[in-house]
């Protein structure tokens, strides 16, 4: 009886070097590119926070936490944080109600979903900085022409002359191209929902707004919690739509986090004081986004 219990372990503890072997060639390059391009910035940005660095010199000092206080007192830098969180509750809001939508259409046998769902992520593979020239020629030309011939002023506006705007004409590029990549989780979502679900559901009597509430919403919740992650993370992180779009015009009113972090630190040469200025907005990123999975995990149901 001993030697039953002993000989499973010693057989798994010789075939571990092997396993461990393939497990290395399959993981290995992602944890080393993953590594590279993440994990070790991440840790030189800290580094070069504490640091006067301007970018070119060899030599810099160490200057504690004075680019940290630097950063609670720069107006500049939380009037493009506060423009980033409006901005990205907006987009996240109505990508999702547009997505959901979407999906929720057509998960319906309805005739050509197939080509429809494509027609509708097609707006994901246009590039951002392309996406917002792109944009910029829309709004600047082909809006402002319609505006004109249907008499309606809010399509033949001055776009990126005001604030509100700039922000509006962001807000309606992103949530266009974001809403199709997001469509696509929501439609995995819907299709892993049991038929006999709604099926009992509707002959219990219930309505269909009622199935929508009480049986297809809280079965796609992990669908839910996903796409609102990535479209936290994705509007949170704007840069090259917002570069090529506005450019943070006017007056850098419509001007986000990553723009500010990049003129500090590379047209200003302050690379210490930009490193700062991202392990804050880092921290506000973690944190917003680990009430969002803990407020929506919470009310996933498990099969």
Do not use: H
Not at 2 to 27: N, T
Not at 138 to 162: C, K
Request: proline residues 4%; glycine residues 6%; positive net charge.
């Amino acid at each position: 009886m001993e030697e039953a219990k002993i000989q499973p372990a010693a057989v798994i503890s010789r075939k571990l070097p092997k396993e461990f072997k393939y497990y290395f060639i399959f993981m290995g390059p992602a944890i080393l590119l993953f590594s590279s391009l993440f994990v070790i910035p991440f840790f030189g940005e800290i580094y070069y926070s504490f640091t006067n660095w301007n970018g070119i010199d060899q030599t810099y000092g160490m200057v504690g936490i004075n680019n940290y206080f630097r950063t609670f007192q720069d107006k500049g830098y939380w009037k493009s944080v506060w423009f980033t969180i409006r901005f990205s509750a907006l987009s996240v809001l109505f990508s999702n109600l547009i997505a959901f939508c979407w999906a929720y259409i057509l998960s319906k046998p309805i005739p050509f979903r197939n080509f429809w769902r494509a027609v509708i992520f097609l707006p994901r593979i246009i590039g951002g900085v392309v996406l917002g020239y792109l944009w910029r020629f829309i709004f600047q030309n082909a809006f402002v022409q319609f505006g004109q011939a249907t008499g309606l002023s809010w399509f033949s506006q001055n776009w990126f002359t005001t604030p509100e705007s700039s922000f509006t004409a962001l807000v309606i590029v992103f949530t266009w191209t974001l809403s199709g990549y997001l469509m696509l989780i929501y439609s995995a979502g819907f299709a892993s929902i049991p038929g006999d679900l709604q099926e009992a559901a509707i002959v219990d009597g219930a309505s269909p707004l009622q199935v929508l509430k009480n049986v297809i919403i809280p079965m796609i919740m992990p669908s839910i919690t996903q796409c609102l992650f990535i479209a936290i993370n994705w509007t949170m992180l704007l840069y090259d739509t917002n570069i090529s779009l506005t450019d943070g015009n006017p007056y850098r009113s419509s001007e986000g986090v990553t723009m500010n972090i990049y003129a500090t630190a590379y047209r200003s040469n302050q690379i210490g004081y930009g490193a700062a200025k991202s392990c804050i907005f880092i921290v506000i990123i973690v944190a917003i986004t680990m009430i969002q999975i803990y407020a929506t995990s919470k009310r996933e149901v498990e099969l």
